[in-house]
Structures are given as C-alpha cells and as structure tokens.
C-alpha cells in the first residue's frame, strides 16, 4: 500500500468535497427560502466533514488524525439530520435527499473503516519521526 502523502489524496476527503460541493449548490439555488440558521448549519456540518478530515491529516500524528475522523463522522450524522429538516421543510425533494443521504452514510462508514485501520496500524505519524516501534 502506498503511503499518503496529501489529504487531497484520500478518496474519503474527495467524497466528502463533492458532497459539500453538491450541499452549497443546493444552497446557491435558493432552495432554503432564507432559512439563514439551517443554511448556516447544515454548510457548516457538510464542510466540516472534509475540514475535520485534513486538519487531522496535518496534525502529523496517528492519535491526532484518529480524534479529528471521529469529529468529521460525527459531521456527518449532523448532516444527515439535518437532511430530514431540510426535507421536511420541502427545501429538498425525496430523490435529493436519498442521494445525499446516501453519500453521507458511505462517507461515514469509509471514516469507521479507516479509523479501524489507524488504530491497528503501527504507523505512528510523520511528526512522530517513528514508523515502526
């Protein structure tokens, strides 16, 4: 396998962008009626799925980027309810909200399979300067 050296590299932060991506159109095309709270909270819970995922990237340490995984999951189960708000309030249509519902439920089992991955890894993190105990 090879070593990543980029966040921009992880497929799960490029998932992560092109649903963020598809989120700000949805915003962009006024479907929220000015709903300013949930425009601001459902943008700021779609970004922070792939912001989690880079600055954990970058800290540079295993247990670091572990942490910063578990808050872009969390993101992610903050995005889906706020999907249903948002499809309640017929700002999105039901085929909108199972494709990005369906997007943000892969993106969160891509995050658990890659924690696990970390956490039985003995790759420690490049600030950690040891690879192998």
């Keep these: 396998m090879a070593t990543i050296k980029r966040f921009e590299d992880l497929d799960v932060w490029n998932m992560s962008r092109d649903l963020c991506k598809k989120i700000g159109n949805l915003i962009d095309c006024n ?13 700021g819970s779609s970004g922070s799925i792939m912001d989690n995922i880079a600055e954990g990237f970058e800290r540079g340490t295993k247990n670091e980027f572990i942490v910063f995984l578990g808050y872009s999951k969390a993101s992610c189960g903050e995005l889906r309810s706020q999907l ?4 309640d309030r017929k700002y999105i249509n039901l085929v909108q909200f199972d494709e990005y519902r ?9 995050i658990q399979k890659f924690i696990s991955y970390l956490q039985q890894t003995t790759i420690k993190g490049l600030r950690k300067k040891e690879i192998n105990p």
Excluded at 84 to 87: E, H
């Design 84 to 87: 249903y708000r948002a499809l």
């Design 31 to 43: 479907n929220f009626e000015k709903n300013y709270r949930l425009i601001g909270q459902i943008e």
């Design 102 to 110: 369906t997007m943000a439920v892969r993106i969160s089992a891509m």
